[in-house]
């Protein structure tokens, strides 16, 4: 691309790149003098969009990011896999409509209509296409922020939180993870 001299602005590129004593209007590819990375954008996403209204309780009718505040993953659907992910920028997978039936609520993906649930070994999965018990959920507010997500197993509700290896999401008896809200 060739671009004429008088608009280049010699602080964004490296002096060697351009020549500005030359008789010729124009010069060669321009090198900039910085760079930044896809992750740089991706960090100042997640602090720019996820910082208004992050506890939001979620409600019906409405889509959201759910967000494990410690690690700053979001629930994502990664080729079939249900787990924390980093922002993956366009290719989704992270935001879950909230729905309701019969006083539980639901999340759903927007794309694929497939519901977050739990599986019989205690596992977090998004696999079904209705909205049946596996997949209702109660929330709680958490009194540090955030909300627990809660499922009926048996006679008892079980919390959502993250496993061991940083990505999985299982059911669990103890604290269980304060997830953000953020409505998108």
Same mark, same amino acid.
């Given at each position: 691309m060739m671009q004429e001299a008088k608009d280049v602005d010699p602080d964004l590129y490296d002096s060697a790149s351009i020549d500005f004593t030359a008789d010729s209007t124009t010069v060669g590819d321009l090198t900039p003098t910085h760079s930044v990375s896809m992750a740089d954008e991706f960090e100042d996403y997640l602090d720019s969009s996820l910082s208004d209204d992050i506890t939001s309780a979620p409600w019906p009718g409405n889509t959201y990011i759910i967000r494990d505040p410690d690690s700053r993953q979001q629930v994502t659907l990664v080729r079939g896999q249900l787990r924390l992910?980093? !922002?993956?920028?366009?290719?989704?997978?992270? !935001? =879950?409509?909230?729905?309701?039936?019969?006083? =539980?609520?639901?999340?759903?993906?927007?794309?694929? !209509?497939?519901h977050i649930g739990h599986d019989n070994r205690r596992n977090f999965i998004a696999t079904a296409k209705d909205h049946r018990p596996w997949e209702y959920f109660n929330t709680r507010a958490h009194p540090k922020g955030g909300h627990i997500l809660l499922v009926v197993h048996g006679w008892q509700q079980w919390k959502m939180t993250i496993a061991k290896?940083? !990505?999985s999401l299982i059911e669990t008896l103890d604290e269980g993870t304060a997830w953000e809200f953020k409505k998108v």
């Open positions: 992910a980093r !922002h993956l920028g366009n290719q989704g997978g992270y !935001h =879950w409509e909230c729905i309701e039936k019969d006083g =539980w609520l639901g999340f759903r993906s927007p794309s694929d !209509h497939l290896d940083g !990505h």
